[in-house]
């Protein structure tokens, strides 16, 4: 029986770690965790939100094609504040009213990856 969802991994390029380091740990306030020193040899990086409970895996893909359509949905609190601090990093922010009960954006990371961040409403 499936308990909990462990992670999610994303595709970057070679040599993107700092560029992805810049957005997750600025833009959306999550920590570098370390990847054990076997797969931290292939590159990449891991975050996490500071209490571990989500985690994002960017795994290094060559030839690299970012994810255009499929996503992580990340559920934020406060998210017309959390949209402010992605645009204020450079990220685009755009809002979508198609999910009754929520609001919702998607944004890019840096190499072009999508993400939702959706707030469920009261």
């Not at 970012?66 to 504040?81: E, Q």
């Amino acid at each position: 029986m499936l308990a909990a969802l462990d992670h999610v991994q994303l595709a970057t390029p070679p040599g993107s770690e700092e560029l992805l380091r810049a957005f997750y740990i600025g833009a959306l306030g999550m920590t570098e965790i370390p990847k054990p020193p076997v797969l931290a040899a292939r590159g990449g990086c891991w975050f996490a939100t500071p209490d571990g409970t989500v985690q994002l895996h960017l795994g290094v893909e060559d030839p690299f094609r970012p994810a255009l359509k499929a996503h992580p949905g990340l559920r934020v609190t406060g998210i017309d504040a959390f949209a402010e601090r992605i645009a204020s990093h450079g990220a685009p922010v755009v809002w979508d009213d198609n999910l009754p009960g929520h609001r919702r954006f998607y944004s890019t990371d840096p190499v072009g990856n999508r993400l939702e961040f959706l707030q469920p409403l009261a």
